[in-house]
């Protein structure tokens, strides 16, 4: 294929409309206006800084940058940098990044970062992150990340993770999770994840599992999991099931069930549905009937749950034990009236770290008193990463 270099604004505007054979293009100059899209013509910048405008169609190498307006494209690769105005399109692979305005649109591959206002519209995958803001909306897959605000919409797959403000809305697939603030609305399925905080709102389907705080509200259906605490509220149909701490309440129907940690939660019931009130018992009572309701190992042990700094692998609470997977973790006396562990993954949700699967013997498991959220432990050991 025959290559034209190309240094000057000069050179490139003499260029054609159009090729009779294949030829590359290379721009190698900062600041070239690329006015239009050459038929057969394949044009490519190398490292430096320019400017598409019309219907220019481009390819970004090796750092290069670019600003797009009207419907110009770009194909971003090797760490590559655009911004995107009045329609424009991009494709970023390689940890490329961009910026979309103007209802511009953008795909993401390879570790790749957008941010989007203006009604932008991004689909993200491999592991790639987006910001969204101004009612933007994306497509999220392949445990890509993203953060949504002033009443954007995402939708996720894959274990993909949303962090939703303002308003804003997502639905959740095939394992994803997400966190909402703000009056922000999410549709959970298919073993979808959510914490909500402020005055989220929830529907969840198909085995998913919520843990909700402050003022949130959720209705489930299909087998889904809701940990209430503090005043959030949930309506439960068909097998789904309720724990419920503090202050929160629930209504029941169907073949649903809840059972209520706090003599100060509320539940009604309705149909079939059953509650079961653990609050006022003996230890020995609460442990035994919180061991009903988590995971054993096939030793016997209980699995509880643990957040740690992702970066130390150190706790929060004390920030002098360490916890690596395999490894047994003993608490010392100092420290075992401030090591806290979670009885479900959904009450270690609420904060921002990194959640392990820990296995415990029965007599080294004790609540605080007055306090069924939190747990204390002698010793556990260390199994694995929740995700």
């Not at 804003?168 to 603030?181: D, E, T």
């Not at 007055?370 to 990463?385: F, M, S």
């Amino acid at each position: 294929m025959k290559k034209i270099i190309i240094k000057t604004q000069e050179e490139l505007d003499k260029l054609p409309k159009s090729f009779s054979k294949p030829v590359k293009i290379i721009i190698a100059n900062n600041r070239l206006i690329i006015r239009h899209k050459i038929e057969n013509a394949t044009i490519e910048v190398d490292g430096q800084d320019v400017i598409l405008r019309g219907n220019a169609n481009v390819i970004l190498r090796n750092k290069s940058k670019a600003t797009l307006y009207d419907s110009s494209q770009a194909i971003l690769l090797d760490n590559a940098i655009a911004e995107l105005y009045h329609n424009s399109k991009s494709i970023l692979y390689n940890k490329s990044q961009a910026k979309l305005y103007d209802k511009s649109q953008a795909e993401l591959y390879h570790d790749s970062q957008a941010e989007l206002h203006d009604q932008s519209f991004a689909k993200l995958k491999d592991k790639s992150r987006s910001i969204l803001t101004d009612t933007s909306s994306a497509l999220l897959f392949d445990m890509s990340e993203s953060k949504l605000y002033n009443s954007s919409q995402a939708e996720l797959y894959d274990n993909s993770f949303a962090k939703t403000y303002d308003k804003s809305q997502i639905k959740l697939f095939n394992n994803s999770k997400a966190r909402l603030y703000n009056d922000s609305y999410a549709k959970l399925y298919n073993n979808a994840k959510s914490t909500s905080f402020d005055n989220s709102i929830l529907e969840t389907y198909d085995n998913s599992n919520a843990s909700m705080f402050n003022r949130s509200k959720a209705i489930l259906y299909n087998n889904s999991k809701v940990i209430l605490c503090e005043q959030a509220r949930a309506e439960l149909w068909d097998n789904s099931k309720a724990i419920l701490y503090d202050n929160s309440s629930a209504m029941l129907h169907m073949n649903s069930a809840g059972i209520i940690y706090s003599q100060d939660a509320f539940a009604e019931k309705y149909q079939q549905a059953r509650i079961t009130k653990l609050y006022g018992r003996s230890h020995k009572n609460i442990i035994k009937k919180y061991c009903r309701l988590l995971e054993k190992t096939k030793d016997g042990r209980y699995i509880i749950y643990k957040v740690i700094n992702p970066e130390t692998n150190y706790d929060f609470d004390t920030m002098e034990l360490k916890y690596e997977i395999g490894k047994i973790v003993r608490t010392i006396p100092d420290f075992y009236y401030i090591s806290i562990f979670y009885p479900f993954p959904e009450l270690a949700y609420r904060y921002e770290g990194k959640i392990l699967r820990c296995a415990a013997k029965s007599k080294d498991i004790y609540f605080f008193e007055g306090d069924l959220i939190r747990i204390r432990c002698k010793e556990v050991e260390v199994i694995g990463e929740y995700k």
